[in-house]
């Protein structure tokens, strides 16, 4: 509620004192909970939000992700090192055009039913059902006729998903996909049972009985907005391997400071921190830990005809002046960042190493000269005297109206560029970015699955995730030829070629790989970060005394 | 008295009516599409959804439609939410803010009245400068740094002390509720202050005061019977929107101390353009601040018998 | 009887004039005459009348002695807290640096060793200074890679190692370079070998001091040398009385340009919703009955609309393109939604006053409504008046900040004090000061309000002479 008048206006003044002196003993608690417990294995926590997407088919969020991973179990899993093992599927066999997988018999619902193939059939047809309108239906395109589906030009009953019996499973492809298997690991794939479904009426997932759970947790206790209790789910099938009883979202806050707070109090034993508290966490003499997230964020550009950033020369000026490092080090401030240089992430695996080792991106020294160079040839190129005014589309958080402010300002300093920024709030940034309204915009790609082609796509024709239009056939053409293979060496050959295209074309401006720093109680042992899925990853840690 | 009370809920339904078409207009109004997220979705997936929350429907039926709804007391469901109705929201966190609320307009009241009277009292002496100064100092910085100073005073008293002496955040007890509600309180209480000590001075010189003083009459009983009675009208006049708008719940406060109040979905939904709850929660409030304002009119009659307001 | 004594014809002539009598002793004063003189003679109202021409030339006259840009970004100098004057270095251009590696030892060792020892030749490479401090060391038998932290204070043992820099995972590398947002400080590095996944707990630590610099490129730039000049001598830095922020802006210049948005809407809008507020709460009050109804109501319609979402729609329909400040749309924005408290509370109070004795008898003597109102009742409920818009000038400031933050008002790198404070808030434990100042200008400001409205309530309340 925003309402200006004057209650969003507060002043210390004496009472408060004098009241919280009276209520020292009259409210004091006297029993000690802390974030862990050894003896009863469970573990505190606070969540950034309230868990919107409760329902497997259609989260597409972090904290739903989040909840989903730690109480539902797909076809996969990623084991305590981050492997992929099987999960509800005992053993499969892949081949080009198809996957057979066979069920484990002991894997249950909670309610004691064994989990079957029909449930995977259900849901799958459920998430490519133009009805259920799934924004992650795309996940499950690999699978035949599944697009078709989803656009509403073939049955449901055409997908090729078929269940051969109560535990064998049998999935037909559409074109070879070589990251089929780890697409089975992620929510959006995971079982549902269907006379559950139908139970709720309307009211899946809403509440924490209108869940059907199958993984190593299920939610005792969800109260909206305030707490979410995920206890140790006794019908799971390995649950001897789950050494945690009780994970307990008690707080549920976007505020950093708010949870460090928490954290210093023992109330919390995991937070994230951001470039303005980390120094807080550091004078409390914390063991800081970091992780990269997995995402890059970038500038992009607008290539439609009518803007002038469709000019080449013009990108490459850009490009040739921006110091990631310097943004790094300077302006992003916290450790874990990696300057940007390329679509991919370093995470992002290739043939045998990290693709970013096996194809090295082209990191270039900022060049002023040259930048300097390039602008005039980009003015003479579009007949322009001065280069008017750019417009940079950001969103209306803190990060992304400094970072934008140093943009703007580097461009006026070394190349007496204009920058106006234009803040907007979600949805209008959505719609500004959907029609075209900018010359660069401000965004970042998080991974959807683990494998390259989750980022190479991003800039093909047809995405529509492309939103500034970039087209350009030699890099559809790269992104067919690896979409179309089952060799690793075919694929990886295409995606260089593709980094190539992005660095030369200057299709984006790459500003960093981010990277978090996080607290974590020293007690937890085996708390797993993950770039996809469900992070962090609760599954397999236990409390050390 | 009953046809007026009447004629003025009358008025108030009529209010509420126009309340829910404006922002019915005004949310249509605002570009972004509700059912657009970070991710992009094909028309196909869009379309659907535009079918499952009557968003296809030309928008003079939806409105019709939403109208219909909301005189039934349904507001529909959360289009963020899974599944969740907006009367479910309601019902699951006014309670929550109500609650905190009540606590903090009673600080900022009782606080308001007695450092307000207090000063005037003592005009241009050593308590009223104080108190003028912390009033300056609360209204000119920020709430959400006296929410962030507030909750770090609360860790450093249980960490130096070892004891877990009021929770730093959370909700569930009195003890959750007692800081979050001071620090939603203090804006209110320094408005309170000021204007109790205006309206007091304004009161103290006049002529039935000072008939009162000539009587012989102690002076405790010329506070009370008196001054206070006649100086706290501006006083009912604030509090009756501010109970409203306090109860109804505190972004900064409930984001700082993660407590499950309604404030939060205000904001939210208006960023998510999420509809149902925009309209729920703007209805909703816009109620509750009719008739807390009615009220208001109606206990003027008793503090003071001479306003009348036919 | 007593005879009347006779009348003389003198006896009616008239009188000496004199006119002395009737003059007056003082000159007749109007009310509003005489509320100025008492004014003047109000302390408070002469304090705040030295902070309003303080603030003004600040505002005015600042930017013409303090000729900083306020948007020009010192990298060199972010967050930096107010100083003396500092000198730097100046150093060549920055070039990358490429770790040793050791070819002659395994990246990984051969299994998992139990034990590890402690990091030797833990060493500095060159001269450290703020471009980079880069770091060499001895390999470890068996390890698997390296973890670095950096701290300000010394750590104990395990404790306290500060940030984590980087994680090698090959235990040939033996160098690493930061340059993580260094400053002119002594940092404590550590180091921890590692198997290649965990950490083992031995560890060695560094004391490092680097030198303020400064590159070649960057001075010549901010116009601190000539190109002739050459590596090695020494280069006084900008200096920033106030400290920078979070982009190394100087605060002071930003103040200084910051006050001109803040003070126009932190003054200007109050004083016209609340003038709006007083006449509309006023006739209502005064008119009553099925008018106070309609009034009120609509009143109570402005408040309930949502706020944030009728910004947005304002800043759609008054048309503000992209990184364009509308301050004008902003401050009718503000003055359309924001002037309903104002009028409520006015109205309360004209419906006690309007019982009075004197209105009822300034009726009968034919006042007009208009007359009554202006002349009677608002200047009555004065005290009211000026404490609601006292208390409006901080809240219009802080709506501004917000409202510039979701892309209405001003845009960057133009700031404003709400916005500053807004900035500043998230490392108000850090960086004191970004917090510090511009909270400072407006506390300064409301006071200055505060002590003016004092004195005009004091100076407009004629009954309040009987105490003076």
Same mark, same amino acid.
């Given at each position: ?299 992009? /550009? ?224 085996? %708390? ?18 | %008295? ?63 439609? /939403? ?55 003592? @005009? ?187 | %009887? ?186 404590? /590095? ?69 006050? @001109? ?202 009954? %309040?002479?009987?105490?003076?």
């Amino acid at each position: 509620m925003l309402d200006f008048d004057f209650r969003d206006l507060e002043s210390i003044t004496m009472p408060k004192f004098f009241i919280l002196t009276l209520f020292l003993f009259a409210f004091s608690n006297p029993i000690l909970a802390q974030s862990v417990d050894a003896a009863a294995q469970t573990v505190k926590i606070a969540l950034a939000q309230e868990p919107p997407q409760l329902n497997n088919m259609t989260a597409t969020d972090q904290v739903s992700i989040f909840v989903l991973g730690h109480v539902m179990e797909g076809l996969t899993r990623y084991d305590r090192r981050g492997n992929l093992a099987p999960g509800v599927a005992e053993r499969w066999a892949l081949t080009e055009d198809s996957a057979t997988f066979w069920l484990r018999k002991d894997a249950k619902w909670s309610n004691g039913d064994p989990v079957t193939a029909h449930d995977f059939v259900f849901a799958w047809r459920n998430v490519v059902d133009p009805k259920t309108a799934s924004q992650y239906a795309f996940i499950l395109y690999p699978v035949k006729n599944a697009e078709a589906i989803n656009q509403g030009n073939k049955p449901l009953t055409d997908l090729g998903i078929e269940a051969i019996d109560d535990f064998t499973l049998q999935i037909t492809l559409e074109r070879p996909t070589g990251y089929f298997l780890k697409l089975t690991a992620f929510v959006t794939t995971f079982p549902v049972q269907e006379k559950f479904y139908r139970a709720t009426g309307s009211a899946y997932a809403a509440d924490s009985k209108d869940i059907l759970y199958n993984g190593a947790f299920r939610i005792s206790d969800w109260v909206h907005s305030a707490s979410l209790k995920m206890e140790k789910n006794p019908n799971y099938w390995n649950s001897e391997a789950i050494s945690l009883e009780v994970i307990d979202a008690e707080y549920i806050t976007a505020d950093t400071r708010a949870r460090l707070n928490l954290f210093i109090d023992d109330k919390i034993a995991y937070t994230q921190l951001d470039g303005e508290t980390y120094k807080d966490a550091l004078n409390n003499q914390f063991r800081i830990k970091k992780f990269v997230t997995g995402s890059v964020y970038f500038l992009e /550009y607008n290539y439609r005809p009518e803007r002038i950033t469709h000019n080449k020369k013009l990108r490459q000026a850009i490009q040739a002046v921006f110091d990631a490092d310097e943004f790094v080090n300077k302006v992003l401030q916290t450790p874990g960042n990696l300057p940007g240089a390329s679509l991919f992430p370093s995470w992002i695996m290739g043939v045998n190493k990290p693709f970013r080792q096996e194809y090295p991106a082209v990191v270039t020294r900022p060049d002023l000269a040259k930048a300097k160079q390039l602008l005039q040839e980009a003015k003479a190129e579009l007949g322009l005297e001065a280069i008017p005014p750019l417009i940079l589309l950001v969103s209306d958080s803190p990060t992304a109206t400094k970072q934008a402010e140093y943009m703007q300002g580097m461009l006026k300093t070394k190349l007496d560029l204009d920058l106006k920024i234009d803040v907007q709030t979600f949805k209008q940034r959505l719609a500004k970015m959907t029609n075209g309204d900018f010359d660069i915009v401000g965004a970042g790609w998080g991974p959807d699955f683990d494998d390259i082609m989750t980022f190479g796509d991003l800039f093909a024709s047809w995405n529509l995730n492309n939103r500034g239009r970039y087209n350009n056939p030699e890099y559809d053409r790269l992104v067919r030829k690896a979409m179309n293979s089952n060799d690793p060496e075919v694929r990886m050959a295409a995606m260089a070629g593709l980094q190539t295209i992005v660095h030369e074309d200057a299709i984006i401006l790459p500003m960093y790989e981010q990277g978090v720093i996080y607290l974590q109680h020293p007690k937890i042992k085996g %708390m797993r970060r993950t770039v996809v899925g469900s992070d962090p990853d609760f599954t397999y840690a236990r409390i050390v005394p | %008295m009953l046809k007026y009370t009447l004629g003025r809920i009358l008025s108030g339904l009529v209010t509420i009516w126009f309340i829910a078409t404006a922002t019915f207009l005004a949310m249509h109004a605002v570009p972004g599409d509700p059912l657009m997220n970070e991710k992009a979705t094909t028309p196909e997936i869009r379309e659907n959804l535009a079918r499952k929350y009557g968003l296809d429907k030309p928008i003079v039926e939806q409105y019709v439609i /939403y109208l219909g709804n909301m005189v039934q007391g349904d507001f529909g469901i959360s289009f963020t939410q899974q599944n969740r109705k907006v009367n479910d929201i309601i019902q699951d966190h006014f309670p929550v803010s109500a609650a905190l609320g009540i606590l903090a307009i009673t600080f900022a009241a009782l606080g308001g009245i007695l450092w307000g009277a207090l000063t005037a009292l003592y @005009r241009n002496q050593l308590p009223d400068i104080i108190i003028m100064f912390l009033v300056i100092l609360g209204i000119s910085v920020p709430s959400f740094v006296f929410a962030a100073l507030g909750q770090l005073l609360l860790v450093n008293i249980n960490q130096w002390f070892n004891i877990s002496f009021l929770p730093v955040a959370g909700w569930g007890t009195f003890a959750h509720m007692i800081v979050p509600s001071l620090v939603l309180g203090l804006g209110t209480m320094a408005l309170l202050t000021r204007l109790m000590r205006s309206s007091m001075l304004e009161i103290v010189n006049e002529d039935f005061i000072r008939t009162a003083r000539a009587k012989g009459l102690s002076p405790s009983r010329i506070f009370f019977q008196h001054q206070l009675r006649n100086a706290i009208l501006p006083v009912v006049t604030v509090l009756g929107p501010q109970i409203a708008a306090i109860t109804t719940g505190g972004f900064v406060v409930e984001l700082v101390f993660a407590i499950p109040g309604l404030g939060r979905y205000f904001v939210q939904a208006v960023q998510q353009l999420d509809y149902t709850v925009i309209m729920g929660t703007t209805v909703f409030y816009g109620a509750f601040l009719v008739f807390m304002v009615i009220l208001v009119d109606i206990i003027y009659g008793f503090i003071d018998p001479r306003v009348r307001l036919k | %009887m007593i005879p009347h004594p006779a009348l003389q014809a003198d006896d009616f002539t008239p009188e000496l004039s004199t006119d002395s009598l009737e003059q007056l002793s003082r000159p007749s004063l109007s009310y509003w005459q005489d509320a100025w003189i008492r004014l003047k003679k109000n302390t408070r109202a002469i304090i705040s009348l030295y902070l309003i021409i303080g603030l003004a030339l600040f505002t005015i006259l600042g930017p013409f002695l303090w000729t900083k840009d306020p948007s020009a970004q010192d990298l060199d100098q972010i967050s930096q807290a107010p100083a003396l004057p500092k000198t730097a270095l100046l150093v060549s251009d920055y070039l990358p640096w490429t770790p040793p590696v050791d070819q002659g030892h395994p990246a990984e060792p051969t299994g998992y060793p139990d034990t590890l020892d402690a990091v030797t030749g833990f060493a500095i490479v060159g001269t450290p200074n703020t471009q980079s401090i880069r770091l060499t060391w001895s390999p470890v038998q068996d390890a698997g890679g390296y973890s670095i932290y950096r701290s300000e204070s010394e750590p104990s043992g395990l404790q306290g190692l500060g940030l984590p820099l980087e994680t090698i995972d090959a235990g040939n590398i033996l160098g690493f370079e930061d340059r993580l947002n260094l400053k002119s400080q002594t940092y404590f /590095y550590s180091i921890i070998p590692t198997d290649g996944l965990d950490e083992f707990d031995v560890v060695t630590t560094l004391k490092v001091t680097p030198v303020q610099s400064i590159t070649m490129s960057q001075a010549l730039e901010r116009g601190l040398i000539d190109p002739s000049d050459a590596p090695g001598r020494s280069v006084s830095l900008a200096f920033h009385p106030f400290g920078t922020d979070y982009l190394g802006r100087d605060m002071l210049a930003r103040l200084m340009q910051g006050a @001109r948005v803040s003070l126009f809407i932190g003054v200007v809008a109050p004083f016209i919703y609340v003038l709006f507020g007083v006449f509309y709460g006023g006739f209502a009050g005064y008119l009553g009955g099925k008018i106070d109804q309609f009034l009120m109501r609509f009143a109570d319609f402005v408040v309930a609309l949502p706020f944030l979402l009728f910004m947005i729609l304002f800043k759609i329909g008054f048309g503000i393109g992209p990184g364009e400040s509308g301050i004008l749309p902003m401050l009718v924005a503000l003055i359309l939604l924001l002037w309903p408290s104002t009028a409520r509370l006015v109205r309360g109070q004209v419906l006690k006053i309007r019982e009075q004795g004197y209105i009822e008898a300034a009726r009968l003597l034919g006042g007009r409504p208009s007359y009554l109102i202006a002349r009677h009742i608002i200047p009555n409920t004065m005290g009211v008046i000026l404490v609601t818009l006292t208390f409006a000038v901080p809240s219009a400031i802080f709506t501004e900040a917000f409202l510039s933050f979701i892309g209405m008002g001003v845009a960057p790198p133009t700031p404003s004090w709400g916005s500053m404070c807004n900035e500043g808030v998230k490392t108000m434990l850090s960086h004191p000061h970004e917090l510090f100042f511009p909270a400072l200008f407006i506390s300064i400001t409301v006071l200055a309000f505060n002590l003016l409205g004092d004195g005009l309530t004091e100076a407009l309340d004629s009954k %309040m002479r009987s105490r003076e």
